[in-house]
Nanobody, 124 residues
Framework: QVQLVESGGGLVQAGGSLRLSCAAS????????MGWFRQAPGKEREFVAG????????NYADSVKGRFTISRDNAKNTVYLQMNSLKPEDTAVYYC?????????????????WGQGTQVTVSS
């Protein structure tokens, strides 16, 4: 059974940093792209960042470009999201997900497995 477990969320002041981790188990995921999404209260879940199966390609939502960095360690079945210069509008539940493909995608429906989410709260 595939399982994704996020960690690293918390409360941080604006301008601060957090590093999210997502550990996958129940299979081998090195052939699949992975991504981070977020959902704020009252809003739809949105794409944040994605990384290809070998980590050679990444893409980001415009709102986080230059502030967030996605990376992965296939030996550990883990994907990371380094978040710097955090803003109050980054407050959301952050989810990691595994794509059904090896290439990048921002489309939610192309991601098959999801974690339970981790809360990130940025105070002003």
């Amino acid at each position: 059974q595939v399982q994704l477990v996020e960690s690293g969320g918390g409360l941080v002041q604006a301008g601060g940093s957090l590093r999210l981790s997502c550990a996958a188990s129940g299979g081998t995921f090195s052939s699949y792209a992975m991504g981070w999404f977020r959902q704020a209260p009252g809003k739809e879940r949105e794409f944040v960042a994605g990384i290809s199966w070998r980590g050679g390609s990444t893409n980001y939502a415009d709102s986080v470009k230059g502030r967030f960095t996605i990376s992965r360690d296939n030996a550990k079945n883990t994907v990371y999201l380094q978040m710097n210069s955090l803003k109050p509008e980054d407050t959301a539940v952050y989810y990691c997900a595994i794509s059904k493909n090896g290439w990048l995608s921002i489309r939610i429906y192309e991601y098959l497995y999801w974690g339970q989410g981790t809360q990130v709260t940025v105070s002003s």
